[in-house]
């Protein structure tokens, strides 16, 4: 039987929030990436900052060494900035598909970490997983990867290696509280309203619900996530949460679908097969393995 830690299910909740994102940015218009990330990235900022309301020494979290800010920051802001010059540079489909490159990154690299190891379950789990993206972009469009676009799916890869470098090293910074978080996107914030300003023109929410979707992804997929995210990969299984976040853009086609905005198709079916294969296989590496933490975590 599978046994999963409470982190490693925190870290889960991350994943499935990280689902919704594509249904709400559709659902919040024509806002521009960086105006977009500043309005969100402050709202999820203040969700944790309201935690200390019950919890005020979490404030104490905020003073940590320069080198834990650079990695918060950098990896926070800098994974977006990345993944946005490459939506704007290269085809999405092909960009993002070099994005989720991260997932299979993380598990490969996971053995670097001390008292990890490399599992052949994990890493054939994480090939199930990516197979089930691509079977999931080619059934959208044809992929072509063109000379020309170069900038953009270097900058599409260089996300895709920050990401994976910023969940390693917050495992390996244990011992920084998550409500340091909360300092990381308000920093975030900051840096995307700077670039909004140098670089886009100024889009505000025509109607009520664009604002509340703005609203849900600050405080879920844009805020919580990350506070869930960095739990999980501090205290949980953090090949198996490599694994399992190949199922994010499957559960977020899923759920375009049940809301009316794509199509049920063959792909998707065989899509969802390869990634809960994948998630089950590397999940029986959890279940020999060692606990990367006390269970109680």
């Known amino acids: 039987m599978v046994v999963l830690t409470g982190a490693t299910r925190v870290g889960l909740g991350a994943i499935a929030l990280w689902s919704l994102l594509a249904a709400l940015t559709a ?16 709202l999820g ?16 979290a905020l003073r940590q060494p320069w080198r834990v800010w650079l990695v918060g920051v950098s990896g926070l802001f800098g994974y977006h900035a990345l993944y946005f010059a490459a939506l704007r ?3 999405p489909a092909e960009a993002g598909l070099i994005n989720y490159l991260w997932p299979l990154l993380i598990v490969l690299f996971a053995a670097l970490l001390p008292g990890e190891k490399l599992r052949s379950a994990q890493i054939l789990g994480a090939i199930f997983g990516f197979a089930g993206v691509l079977v999931l972009i080619f059934s959208k469009q044809d992929l072509s990867f063109s000379g020309a676009y170069v900038p953009g799916y270097l900058a599409a890869l260089g996300a895709a290696v920050i990401w994976a470098i910023y969940s390693l090293l917050s495992r390996a910074l244990g011992t920084v509280p998550t409500d340091a ?12 309203a700077l670039c909004h ?3 886009e023109e100024t889009v ?11 609203v849900v992804l600050g405080v879920g997929p844009l805020g919580a996530a990350f506070y869930c995210w960095d739990i999980g990969v501090k205290r949980g299984d953090i090949g198996f949460l490599g694994v399992a976040a190949y199922a994010t853009p499957v559960i977020s086609t899923l759920l ?40 109680q975590s």
């Not at 218009?29 to 990330?37: M, Y």
């Not at 944790?48 to 104490?60: E, F, L, Q």
């Not at 978080?181 to 995307?192: E, I, W, Y």
């Open 89 to 91: 540079i290269a085809p």
């Open 256 to 295: 375009l679908v049940v809301f009316g905005f794509a199509e049920a198709t063959i792909s998707l079916a065989v899509a969802c097969a390869l990634i809960v294969a994948g998630a089950f296989i590397a999940s029986l590496a959890t279940s020999r393995g060692r606990p990367s933490r006390s269970p």
């Open 27 to 42: 659902a919040s218009g024509k806002v521009p990436p960086f105006q977009l990330a500043a309005m969100t990235f402050a």
């Open 204 to 214: 505000w929410p025509a109607f009520w619900w664009q604002w509340l979707a703005i």
């Open 197 to 199: 300003i140098a670089f």
């Open 181 to 192: 978080v909360a300092g990381f996107c308000l920093a975030t914030s900051v840096l995307s």
């Open 45 to 60: 900022g203040l969700l944790g900052c309201a935690s200390w309301i019950v919890k005020p020494a979490g404030v104490a």
